[in-house]
């Protein structure tokens, strides 16, 4: 079981059931390291002072807010503190709406959320919520803050447990006025044609048809590098 990123209570009118937040999913891509070409020695990124052409200590750095006419507005870290959300310990549902209602491009980020603790009384109110929502298909909606930072959150049944999905704000959506709709209606004829092209390729989903191959590619170059394979000549 990995480490729960947070824990607290799902709560909506009387019912709390307290709950643990786990990511539900993993991050596999492969990273590198910025290295000095001729040696390989690590790269170090320090910050400096452009004025004083100075090395600063994370102390001296404040925060500036770049206005779209070119001002700079400084904030202090006080200033800051006072509009922080303050963090608590429940995801406070809102409302529930039916889950095919949401468009997708509200999804953010996956986790689970699993039942807090082994009493009898946790896990009831656990399984009675996944019960209750998996029966009548909806989602809940609600907020929390997660690291000091408030999120929305869409809240379903995923394979007899609890999910949970940060959700972007509809301001965070870009307009689509903006982009083009591609002319007029194409032709029946053509239309029926590229139909025909798409239940020709139409399949059942299954994810584990898919895999990332770039990463794959770049596992093998890196295997053949260990071995000792000499580096291509430019």
């Known amino acids: 079981m990995?480490?729960?990123?947070?824990?607290?209570?799902?709560?909506?009118?009387l019912v709390n059931v307290p709950v643990a937040l786990f990511t539900a999913v993993r991050d596999i891509d492969l990273r590198f390291?910025?290295?000095?070409?001729?040696?390989?020695?690590?790269?170090?990124?320090r910050r400096f002072c452009s004025a004083e052409e100075r090395e600063v200590a994370y102390e001296e750095i404040g925060r500036g807010y770049m206005r779209d006419g070119g001002d700079q507005v400084v904030l202090s870290d006080e200033e800051l503190a006072a509009v922080a959300p303050q963090r608590t310990r429940t995801i406070d549902i809102e409302a529930f709406v039916d889950l095919g209602d949401i468009d997708p491009i509200h999804f953010d980020h996956p986790y689970f959320l699993a039942p807090e603790g082994d009493t009898e009384g946790a896990l009831r109110a656990y399984r009675?919520?996944?019960?209750?929502?998996?029966?009548?298909?909806?989602?809940?909606?609600?907020r929390f803050v997660l690291r000091a930072r408030e999120y929305l959150v869409a809240i379903r049944v995923r394979d007899e447990r609890l999910a949970l999905t940060t959700m972007l704000f509809a301001d965070e959506i870009r307009p689509t006025d903006a982009i083009e709709v591609g002319g007029r209606k194409p032709p029946t004829g053509e239309l029926d044609r590229?139909?025909?092209?798409?239940?020709?390729?139409?399949?059942?989903?299954?994810?584990?048809?898919?895999e990332d191959r770039f990463r794959a590619r770049l596992e093998q170059i890196i295997e053949r590098r260990r071995q000792g394979e000499p580096r291509p000549v430019a």
Do not use: N, Q
């Open 2 to 13: 990995p480490r729960a990123l947070w824990s607290g209570s799902l709560s909506f009118g």
């Open 33 to 45: 390291h910025e290295l000095h070409g001729p040696d390989a020695a690590p790269i170090e990124i």
């Open 128 to 142: 009675l919520l996944v019960e209750v929502m998996r029966r009548t298909g909806e989602a809940a909606l609600g």
């Open 194 to 210: 590229a139909v025909a092209l798409i239940d020709a390729l139409s399949v059942d989903w299954d994810p584990t048809d898919y």
